[in-house]
Every structure is written in C-alpha cells, then in structure tokens.
C-alpha cells in the first residue's frame, strides 16, 4: 500500500521521465528485427538533422560520400574525436536550441582528456530514463529505494541535477559522496546499507568493491533487501564483481555509458552487455591492433554526437541472449586501468577525485598522475599554452585541503604521455603501495 502511494506521487513528480520510460519499455517489447530498422532510421534522421542544423557537421560532412538515394554513407562519414568535441563545443550546438536555456556537462575523460559539453532538461529526464529501464533488469520497480556511491565531486556539491535529487524521500535515492574514503567512512556506509534498506546500490565500480571488501574483512550482516548492485562509470573488474556479490549476496549488473552519451548498454541477468539500439548506434573500428568504440547518440539533438571515438575499445557480439531481450550484446576491451592513491594518514582516494580535478580546464591535452612516494604525487601536463600560475596554486592547494595536507603536488609539462605495453592510457598511477 505504502510503496502504491509512493509510486504514484514518483509518477506525478516525474512525469516527462515516466512517459520516456514507457516509450522505452515498449521498445524492449520489439522484434530485434524491428528494432535494428528504427535504428536505421533515427540513425538517418539525426545526421540529417546535424548536416542540417549544426554548422560544426555541416562544415564536416561537406565532402562525405553519398549513395545512390543521396543518403550519407553512415559507415564512410568521417569519425569524431575528443579533441574537436573541446575545440568545436560551440559549432557543435544545433542553431534551433537557445544557449541560455542549456546547461554544461563536464566529463573527466576516462581517455585523459576533460571534456565539456551542452544538455538540456530532455537529455537528463532521457538519461534517468534509460537508467530506469537498466535498473528493472534486475526486478527493481521505480519508486524502490536506491542507494547511491557517488565519485565524481561536482555532481554533489548542489547546482547540479544529480545534487537536486540527493536525499529526495520522493525520488526513493540517497546518494553519498564517496570520491574519498577512511575505514571509519567504510563503516558508516555499511550502516547506512543496513538502516536504509535500499533495494539497489549503485556506485563506481573501485568503490563498491572496497565497501565489499570492508564489509566481508569485519563480517558485516548486510540487509537482504538488495536485489543488485549497479556498476558504473569504470571498467568493472571480475575480482571485484566476486567481492561485490559475496558481500551483498545480489548480482552485480555492469553498466555502460559516459556523461555525453548515457545508457549505451547494461548488463542482463545472465551477465550478457546489451546494447541499447533505440538509443545508440555502436560500431567497433580495428585501429592500431585494438576494437575502439565508435558511438552515435541517436537522441542527443540539442549537440548531436555523431560517430564519435568515445575512448572506449569493445564490440557486438552475435547471438542471441537466455534472457530474451532483443538488444544486441556486447563485450567491453579492459581499458581504463586506474589505480587508488592511498595517504600516510590511510585515506584512499578514489582516481575519479583526480580526474575531475581538472574538469573545465580544456586546454590540457594530456595528463597523468603518479604517486611516487607516500606524500608525493606528480602530475604530468602536455598543454602547449600552459596553465597559469594562479590555476596551478589552486590545483596544488585542492590536493592539500582535500587529499592530505603533506600531499605535495608537483606539476610538469611535458610533451606526451607513453602509453603502456597495451596502448591504454592510464591517469591515475600510485608506485606508492
Ligand atoms: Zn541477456
């Protein structure tokens, strides 16, 4: 009774998101077939809708192949690089959408290069949307209780929308900074778990993976209102998908998308990624020995993202899934391998702190941290303007205030970042454990 009146106070309150979900729910109820056509189609009509309404596409695509009908050659259109993203944010905006009515995203950049971009308030009720409908994979209903493990630093600290629903007895989601840690913070978090019941965790993948480690090394009783434990934002590695099921006994569903392309794909109950076709339209590209991922937004008008080179490797897998959902799967490349710098004092902190302390600053091209010794860490730049002082005092003093007051941050230019043996880069590496 309870949850039916909570349900329909959540419906009223969200009303766009809960049209959005229903649309996407009859999706899922689609013939692969039938949904692979209207890919096509909401393939075809977002470039047109770019080369139309986007003077950054239709500067790029001036000289793209056509065929026969006079369609664009989706598969010859030329790729679109994080680096014309930072360049060309603006010319990517559709003229049709009023800047002021926009709001900027930033990404960290799991591939080492911050990126901003535009979003309005249909984008974000379609990204909760998509969530929700990854979220009933597991036998979650909306309005059910999710506890959230936060990383990223600026979703939290208000203004943001993330930060509106924080706490929201409505929205049924609490969400907890957790882009640092102590053991003593570990310990609340497995009490909150138990007191507030949620039926959902979600979180960054290192972080529920330590909670879980905490929670198995001090045999913590966990609530078993939990019917999973949401992964994201990371590669998930399988010795924290192990921890993470043993100490929640739930499954653990793996999700996958970014901050300028939400709700690519997520796991089903029998472990398999599948990839949502009504939203993207996921191609793999051999390049340099590896399978990156090329992704187009199919829904994203306001700043169209068009075959874009995500930093991500992977690809489609054939077949069909147990489950029966007629998405598509996929398997993800490892990449993103990123390490927790640990302080004198026993903090950790989790590598997203340092990837989005650099968010906004868009002329750096490259970087790495490097945690050397116990109260040391180095950040190396490739940035050909170079960052002004004052900008360098502000990163120099945040590392001390919020990751250790010994912390020494020393900051380099250099001309580029080495890759390691595998050609992944990695941003956040600690020599110091
Ligand atoms: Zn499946």
């Not at 290192?206 to 949401?230: M, Q």
């Not at 993207?280 to 340099?288: F, M, R, T």
């Not at 990449?335 to 340092?354: A, E, L």
Request: neutral net charge; aromatic residues 10%.
């Amino acid at each position: 009774m309870i949850y039916r009146v909570k349900h329909l106070l959540h419906r009223n309150r969200y009303r766009e998101q809960f049209a959005l979900l229903d649309g996407l729910l009859r999706n899922q109820t689609l013939t692969r077939e039938q949904l692979l056509d209207k890919q096509q189609k909401d393939l075809s009509a977002i470039i047109d809708h770019a080369y139309a309404n986007v003077p950054f596409y239709r500067e790029k695509y001036a000289q793209a192949v056509r065929n026969e009908a006079n369609e664009f050659a989706v598969s010859r259109l030329p790729i679109l690089h994080k680096d014309e993203v930072i360049q060309h944010r603006d010319e990517m905006l559709a003229g049709d959408f009023d800047r002021n009515q926009l709001r900027i995203g930033n990404t960290g950049g799991s591939t080492g290069k911050p990126v901003s971009f535009y979003y309005d308030a249909h984008k974000n009720e379609l990204m909760r949307a998509g969530m929700c409908r990854s979220y009933m994979g597991s036998g979650w209903k909306p309005g059910q209780k999710i506890l959230n493990f936060w990383g990223a630093r600026q979703d939290i600290k208000g203004g943001s929308s993330f930060g509106k629903i924080v706490n929201d007895a409505i929205a049924a989601e609490k969400t907890i900074a957790a882009y640092e840690y102590t053991e003593a913070q570990l310990h609340d978090w497995a009490s909150t778990i138990r007191s507030y019941q949620p039926v959902l965790l979600q979180g960054y993948a290192s972080i529920l993976a330590e909670l879980a480690r905490y929670v198995i090394d001090n045999k913590i009783n966990i609530t078993n209102t939990l019917l999973g434990a949401f992964s994201t934002a990371e590669v998930l590695y399988g010795w924290q998908r192990e921890l993470i099921e043993q100490a929640f006994q739930c499954k653990v569903f793996n999700q996958y998308g970014s901050r300028e392309i939400p709700n690519i794909a997520c796991e089903c109950r029998h472990g398999n990624q599948h990839v949502f076709t009504d939203m993207v339209y996921l191609e793999s590209l051999n390049i340099d020995h590896e399978d990156r991922l090329i992704i187009t937004s199919l829904t994203n008008r306001v700043m169209p993202f068009i075959r874009y080179e995500i930093g991500d490797s992977g690809r489609l897998k054939e077949g069909i899934c147990a489950c029966g959902s007629p998405f598509p799967m996929m398997e993800m490349g490892l990449c993103r391998s990123n390490d927790i710098i640990k302080t004198r004092s026993g903090k950790s902190i989790y590598p997203s702190y340092f990837i989005h302390l650099l968010d906004g600053l868009t002329d750096i091209k490259q970087y790495q941290f490097i945690q050397s010794e116990p109260d040391k860490i180095t950040l190396n730049l490739v940035s050909p303007p170079g960052l002004s002082a004052e900008t360098l005092n502000s990163l120099r003093a945040s590392v001390r205030r919020e990751v250790d007051e010994n912390m020494v941050l020393e900051i380099n230019a250099v001309d580029e970042i080495r890759r390691t043996i595998s050609g992944k880069h990695r941003f956040v590496i600690s020599h110091a454990a």
